[in-house]
């Protein structure tokens, strides 16, 4: 009988290569990319990292590595928390900003 591995969900988020990339991103942006506000200190991918991880691509590429507001570092200008509030899907700006 085959065995079932269970991944967490913060797997590939908390190590040294995560956050390596969040540190270069941060140097590179702290503006989110889905409402268009300063201050955005979270790491958010797009596509989304279960599809890159699908696709067969490597979610630490910075390629697919946006700036967000997320529970962290709450939007100063609109108040959200913009990486949850798309949540694991792709995002529609329009959606974003109220």
């Given at each position: 009988m085959g065995?079932?591995?269970?991944?967490a969900r913060s797997a590939g988020?908390?190590?040294?290569?995560?956050?390596?990339a969040k540190v270069d991103?941060?140097?590179?942006?702290?503006?989110c990319w889905?409402?268009?506000?300063g201050g955005a200190y979270e790491l958010d991918h797009?596509?989304?990292?279960k599809v890159?991880?699908?696709?067969g691509l490597d979610p630490d590429d910075p390629r697919f590595h946006k700036a967000a507001h997320g529970s962290s570092c709450r939007c100063p200008?609109?108040?959200?928390?913009?990486n949850q509030v798309k949540g694991d899907r792709a995002a529609r700006?329009?959606?974003?900003?109220?």
């Amino acid at each position: 009988m085959g065995s079932v591995h269970v991944v967490a969900r913060s797997a590939g988020r908390k190590g040294r290569r995560h956050r390596r990339a969040k540190v270069d991103l941060q140097a590179a942006t702290t503006t989110c990319w889905l409402c268009g506000h300063g201050g955005a200190y979270e790491l958010d991918h797009d596509p989304p990292r279960k599809v890159l991880l699908r696709l067969g691509l490597d979610p630490d590429d910075p390629r697919f590595h946006k700036a967000a507001h997320g529970s962290s570092c709450r939007c100063p200008t609109c108040g959200q928390c913009c990486n949850q509030v798309k949540g694991d899907r792709a995002a529609r700006r329009s959606r974003m900003v109220r």
